[in-house]
């Protein structure tokens, strides 16, 4: 059914069969990258199993980051398998993939520390649907799409994406009070649906090139790619008698291996007949400054949404009367300004770059996400909602102009027999920055905490009653159990303090320590602190990858040549060579 074909004879509506089904298919993936995160408590008690209890919080963080792990690391491998067998082949194995191990993930009979372990290696296998689904879309839009219509297409197929780990938040808070389990199960449906779908419909375009497979290069790029990913999520955790990981030798040990494996990797790819990591590619000037300047805007963009998750549920909520067990829930439904932004900017954006160019577009977009930074720095930490809607609308503005012409820019840059391996490379810089993303904000801000936090934390509990040696303890405790326990929408003071020490103090003392103002108010100067070093981090991002959309270059395309058996460089549409890949 998959056979390769010729577009002319597929008609003029395949284009968006193709993009409808990838577009279903990106979206299921974004949003299990990101529907745990709200629907973590209740997981975590049908579980049985205290997240917050000391060893546990590593559970907590693979449950987050496995999929975000897994997914980084394979894309560029399946986006290769899908030049060398059918990109629409791999596409719909990811589709079926991803249902199987998301009716696993629902189906677990155990408990306690069996049942979170099953749930972390399902969880993992998902990831490798959900890889296969992400490594593929793009080229399958490409295949289908002219070059001037490919800035829509693939902004639509982009915002859909960016925009399904912000509406995995409200569906995990929606899904996860009823029953823990329909978590997993809602995609089973729709992902049943888009498996046979696509079998029936979509078809591959591109001619097929068997060559053989570059396993020391795909070895050393697995193992050092997850060396540094899983180095960085230790990192975040404390190690001792300090408050992060980062002296751990394992730590260490694993992000110096994961690096030196990396530049290996680097060494295979230069020497071989048919890497699986095309170096050359990056001769192509759009294609390398469209992924730098993809990689630092999601560094600036990933790490955020659990930063402002947390400073909503930790702080904000509770200071306007929602209950701890509440502000998961509401602190999705907030957070929808920015999705908002994301789809009123993404389509409009990828038009206007297909007629014009995406140069102004992504630089424009990195720009206003850079001010939306400064904005969120100026806000006080109870703040008036409308401004902060305000800024998350901004922001999702500013990533939402960029994202699409970014990804037209690097899609269209590349010859048509290296679109399912360059979309897979791309896509890698995309995953990848979302958990360095992820580790580099959590460092921030557990440093922000730690300059400030103990202290506060101290006077304000034995200002209540807290004897000094439970006071301290609490004090002394790593922040990162601090940001847990916000983000996991836990009454952090019964949690971190304990039943047995408030049950001995004046019920007066008792009822404000757990209530709502509390320990809202006691984080706020601290939590403050942390807020400005990272926003500070994510601005500067932004600012570099506005000055790499700029080097991108104006509008132009590669020779749509489908029967191309050699890298060439980028042409404007007019057809005239540049030899560098693209016009500035």
């Known amino acids: 059914?998959?056979?390769?074909?010729?577009?002319?004879?597929?008609?003029?509506?395949?284009?968006?069969i193709a993009l409808s089904n990838t577009t279903l298919g990106v979206l299921i993936a974004t949003i299990n990258s990101s529907i745990l995160l709200i629907a973590l408590p209740d997981i975590f008690r049908g579980l049985r199993i205290d997240p917050l209890a000391p060893g546990n919080s590593s559970y907590l963080l693979w449950l987050i980051m496995g999929y975000l792990v897994v997914t980084a690391v394979l894309v560029v491998t399946f986006g290769r398998l899908g030049d060398m067998y059918g990109r629409v082949k791999m596409y719909n194995a990811g589709f079926a993939i991803f249902t199987i191990f998301s009716i696993a993930l629902s189906a677990t009979w155990m408990t306690g520390t069996s049942g979170v372990l099953w749930l972390i290696i399902m969880r993992i296998l998902q990831g490798v649907g959900g890889a296969l689904l992400m490594a593929n879309s793009s080229a399958i839009i490409t295949d289908a799409f002219p070059a001037d219509q490919r800035g829509l297409a693939l902004g639509l197929n982009m915002v859909a994406g960016i925009a399904g780990s912000f509406l995995g938040l409200v569906i995990g808070g929606v899904l996860?009070?009823?029953h823990w389990r329909l978590v997993f199960l809602v995609s089973v449906p729709f992902s049943l649906f888009g498996t046979l779908w696509g079998y029936l419909k979509?078809?591959?375009?591109?001619?097929?090139?068997?060559?053989?497979?570059?396993?020391?290069g795909n070895v050393t790029f697995a193992v050092g790619l997850v060396g540094v990913l899983v180095a960085i999520t230790y990192g975040i955790q404390p190690y001792g008698d300090h408050i992060m990981g980062w002296t751990n030798p394992w730590v260490l040990a694993a992000m110096a291996g994961g690096i030196g494996l990396l530049v290996v990797f680097c060494v295979i790819e230069s020497r071989i007949a048919h890497p699986m990591f095309h170096l050359e590619l990056f001769k192509i000037r759009a294609f390398t400054m469209g992924n730098i300047a993809s990689l630092l805007a999601g560094l600036g963009?990933?790490?955020?949404?659990?930063?402002l998750i947390i400073w909503l549920q930790g702080i904000w909520l509770p200071r306007h009367g929602y209950s701890f067990e509440s502000t998961p829930l509401w602190a999705g439904i907030f957070m929808l300004p920015m999705t908002v932004g994301f789809l009123v900017a993404g389509p409009l954006s990828g038009w206007l770059s297909d007629r014009y160019g995406a140069r102004w577009f992504a630089t424009g977009g990195m720009v206003i996400a850079a001010l939306s930074f400064f904005w969120f720095a100026a806000l006080p930490v109870n703040f008036t909602y409308w401004m902060f809607a305000a800024a998350l609308f901004c922001n999702g503005f500013g990533m939402g102009l960029f994202a699409s012409p970014n990804r037209?820019?690097?899609m269209n840059a590349l010859p048509?027999?290296?679109?399912?391996?360059?979309?897979g490379m791309s896509t890698t810089f995309q995953n990848t920055s979302m958990v360095l993303s992820i580790g580099i904000f959590f460092s921030l801000m557990i440093v922000g905490l730690a300059s400030s936090l103990p202290e506060t934390m101290q006077t304000g509990l034995t200002a209540h009653g807290v004897p000094a040696v439970d006071a301290q303890g609490v004090a002394g405790l790593p922040?990162?159990?601090v940001l847990f326990a916000s983000l996991l929408?836990?009454?952090?003071?019964?949690s971190l303090v304990g039943v047995h020490v408030l049950s001995q103090l004046r019920p007066t003392d008792a009822s404000y320590l757990t209530g709502h103002t509390f320990f809202p108010s006691l984080i706020s100067g601290p939590f403050h602190d942390g807020l400005i070093v990272a926003f500070a981090f994510a601005i500067a991002a932004c600012v570099i990858a506005a000055a790499a959309s700029w080097l991108m270059g104006d509008k132009f395309v590669h020779a749509d040549d489908q029967h191309e058996t050699s890298l060439d460089f980028a042409q404007p549409e007019a057809g005239t060579p540049e030899p560098e890949g693209a016009r500035s």
């Open 408 to 410: 037209a820019a690097v």
């Open 202 to 216: 979509l078809r591959d375009l591109s001619p097929r090139r068997h060559h053989v497979m570059d396993w020391w």
């Open 1 to 16: 059914m998959n056979s390769t074909a010729s577009l002319s004879s597929l008609g003029p509506h395949y284009k968006w």
């Open 489 to 494: 929408g836990y009454n952090p003071v019964q």
């Open 301 to 307: 963009r990933g790490g955020l949404m659990f930063i």
């Open 479 to 481: 922040p990162v159990a």
């Open 416 to 423: 048509a027999n290296r679109r399912g391996v360059g979309g």
């Open 176 to 178: 996860a009070p009823v």
